[in-house]
């Protein structure tokens, strides 16, 4: 273990001030050379600007010393209490450090983005009556995974910088540059050397994952394992982004226009006047270009393609909800439905009133029991407002997730 003697900061400071006190006595000098030569007097006005003069030097000189003082006292000594057992971590100097670099996190984005494109394949529809409604439907999920693997990429980033800080000992960093590199250089060492792994996931990582882990809850199907492996693999990526060098910037920021200088768009290629609809996967930026594959892959729609409105996509990507459907139990705890039914003359306006908003592309339904004239049966709508015969009554209202009645209920306010 190499250990660096706490005189090296000692030093730095007596440095600092050596050269304050040879600034200050500069200041001076250049003050009084600032009085002509043959004025063998001078005014109180002039004294003055003089002492002014030579004060703000002083201070200036003052606060250059006080900030290298404060720097000093916010140095992270590590400590490495060298349990029986722990690997030994080593501080080697920058320039030697094998850091996270933007080229790795444009190999990880290259595996990322292949295995996004194969599994969009599996929605692609040349059928469906309007153009890209279900490879969008994915989209949005992609693109919700992909904000919420950002936030828990940030919680991931301080959660493992405190284990580092904590498991390390009589190790100086003089700056907050130098340790981010040791950060980074300790990181990418756990990975290689503790590569303990499940679901080709670092164990390390796994409590955290699971803490934040949006899938908790739905179905184990063969989509929500592509999610659940998508939610991870970013999670990491954006996390090695946040400590790689140069750092490489996540930048979910679009523009209403497609533009192939910045974005990646491989469903409607070559069709002219596209719109952004929204971003599926962020740009990823270093010195001020991006990766390779590191533009903003987002979904576009032109005049006869399917598009979701502003509020799907700020419902869905600004708020994070949960992938596939909402919590049952938030759902159940806000359970009321009221069915309202204004009768004209010869159609009756139904509308159906919850507590809560349900997005269009979650897979629900409202199914009516309904008593006609000679027979009963059921009507079922994802819509909140519709018309029925006037000569109906409806008796029930059920709410289904994934065929699955969540809440039933027999408010029904009639209107005459």
Known sequence: MQKVDLELIKQFLLNQASQAKENIKNHLLSSFQSIPRDQSEISMNDLRNLLAKFWEGINSELDKLS???????EIAILRNSNKKGRNEYKLESN???????SRDIQEENKEITRNFQNETNNYIDDNEQIENETVAKFFIKV????????KVSQKLLNTMKEIFLKSNEDIIILNDENLRKEFSFWIKNQEKENEIKENNKYKEYEAILNQENPLKTVKDTKENK??????????????HCHIAFP???IDFKTEENFNYEKMIDFINMGKRNRKVNFVILPAL?????????????VFTFSKNTFKFEDSIINENLNNLLVIGNPDVKHIKDHNEITVHCKHEKNVQNVEIITEFELPKILDYE???SIQGENKNFRIISKAKHFNIDNNWEIIECELKLANKTIISSKN???EY
Request: aromatic fraction near 16%; charge should be negative; hydrophobic fraction near 45%.
């Open 226 to 239: 592509y999610f659940l492996n998508l939610y991870h693999d970013l999670t990491i990526m954006y996390f």
């Open 143 to 150: 693109a919700q995974i992909s904000r919420i693997s950002y």
């Open 412 to 414: 029904v306010i009639e």
């Open 366 to 368: 409202f199914v009516l």
């Open 67 to 73: 900030n290298h003082i404060s720097n000093a006292n």
């Open 247 to 249: 750092l490489v910037e």
């Open 95 to 101: 320039s030697e450090l094998n850091v996270f670099t």
């Open 285 to 297: 930026i270093s010195n001020s270009s991006r990766l390779e594959n590191g533009k903003s892959w």
